[in-house]
């Protein structure tokens, strides 16, 4: 059974940093393009971020691009989110979630996601 | 950036009832439409992948379509546990984006 944990969310003042960290378990981790999808309290759904299997191509949206670094460690199952210049904007729960692929490749879907961290950005 | 719309925002319910979901997008995104379920204080599920897929383990009671900007998820008779939320989201256009959701509940 497909599973992700996410953790390293937290009370963080404007302007700080974290790091997210997801950890993987019950599918082949590094055949898998990985995502990170926020959502702000009582908001919708938000794509933050991509990564390919390998780690050499990454993706950011516009709001979060310069500011926060999507990386992977396939010996350890783990995807991970470095979240810097923190913004009261950020505040949100970050979910990991698994890019759907098939045979013929991978696609701007996610079928599994984790609970959640959440992080909050406060003074 | 192409803009998904949800309307209305909230649609009610009896279990056993059919509940139809709107979800339009701001240009053509084919057939490159998902849907979502969200429950209360848990992770989305993906429903349906490129307009009418189920995903793995998805009842058949539910049901997507449409093609262009105009696509529809249906439920053929709700269960209890079907109350939530429910949002699309495209992959025609990077970057991918979600509607601002519909959430169905009880009558």
């Known amino acids: 059974e497909e599973q992700l944990l996410e953790s390293g969310g937290g009370l963080v003042q404007p302007g700080g940093s974290l790091r997210l960290s997801c950890a993987a378990s019950?599918?082949?981790?590094?055949?898998?393009?990985m995502n990170w999808v926020r959502q702000a309290p009582g908001k919708g759904l938000e794509w933050v971020s991509t990564i390919s299997t390998g780690g050499g191509s990454t993706y950011y949206a516009d709001s979060v691009k310069g500011r926060f670094t999507i990386s992977r460690d396939n010996s350890k199952n783990t995807v991970y989110l470095q979240v810097n210049s923190l913004r009261a904007d950020d505040t949100a729960v970050y979910y990991c979630?698994?890019?759907?692929?098939?045979?013929?490749?991978?696609?701007?879907?996610?079928?599994?996601w984790g609970q959640g961290t959440l992080v909050t950005v406060s003074s | 950036e192409i803009v998904l719309t949800q309307s209305p925002a909230t649609l009610s319910f009896s279990p056993g009832e059919r509940a139809t979901l709107s979800c339009r997008a701001s240009q053509s995104v084919s057939n490159k439409l998902a849907w979502y379920q969200q429950k209360p204080a848990q992770a989305p599920r993906l429903l349906i992948y490129?307009?009418?897929n189920r995903a793995t383990g998805i009842p058949a009671r539910f049901s997507g379509s449409g093609s262009g900007t105009d696509f529809t998820l249906t439920i053929s008779s709700l269960e209890p546990e079907d109350f939530a939320v429910y949002y699309c989201?495209?992959?025609?256009?990077?970057?991918?984006?979600f509607g601002p959701g519909t959430k169905v509940d009880i009558k």
């Open positions: 989201q495209q992959r025609s256009n990077w970057p991918p984006t």
């Open positions: 019950g599918f082949t981790f590094s055949n898998c393009v």
């Open positions: 490129d307009a009418s």
């Open positions: 979630a698994k890019g759907r692929h098939d045979s013929s490749g991978w696609y701007w879907n996610f079928d599994y």
